[in-house]
């Protein structure tokens, strides 16, 4: 749990490091971490999703499966550019695809106040936008808003192909 939480660092980094060390937890350490971080005001946005990638009722087989696969999903945001190679946009779309994932997403961005448009990242934007809910769209629409047109328009691209258009 510790490697979740290292002051004076970037969060990031933190995350990166930290989710690494965590992607075989036991069950019984998937749940725990889960409920600590459920309870914490301080999080960062991937800190904040990793606290609802997983549903804890789920069987210990199961949360284990989903924990991983979900966990590997919220990592590659961190590498996965919205703008780049058509591999990368498959990606995004198929992370769209997974509703708990999306879910904790809409979860993290909710907690951003007042974002700070140098941290708005193009990725997230892009798997809210490919999976084009009522809920996922205004969430999405609220950060793309702070960044340049040029991106804003690639992202929309997203959008645009999710609704077939």
């Known amino acids: 749990m510790q490697c979740l939480f290292r002051v004076g660092w970037d969060p990031y980094v933190v995350f990166d490091v ?63 550019s919205a703008i780049g190679t058509e591999r990368q946009r498959a990606q995004l779309f198929e992370i769209a695809r997974n509703k708990q994932v999306v879910k904790a997403m809409q979860h993290a961005l909710r907690q951003e106040g007042n974002p700070n448009p140098k941290k708005v990242e193009p990725s997230w934007i892009a798997v809210l936008y490919a999976e084009g809910t009522s809920e996922s769209i205004p969430i999405a629409d609220r950060f793309n808003a702070l960044l340049a047109p040029k991106t804003q328009a690639v992202l929309l691209g997203y959008r645009d192909e999710a609704a077939g258009k």
């Open 18 to 80: 930290g989710s690494k060390q965590c992607l075989n937890l036991k069950p019984h350490l998937i749940r725990e971490v889960v409920t600590v971080l459920r309870e914490r005001s301080d999080l960062s946005r991937y800190t904040y999703a990793l606290s609802e990638i997983v549903e804890l009722a789920d069987n210990d087989d199961a949360l284990r499966v989903e924990w991983k696969k979900n966990l590997t999903q919220l990592r590659a945001l961190m590498f996965t």
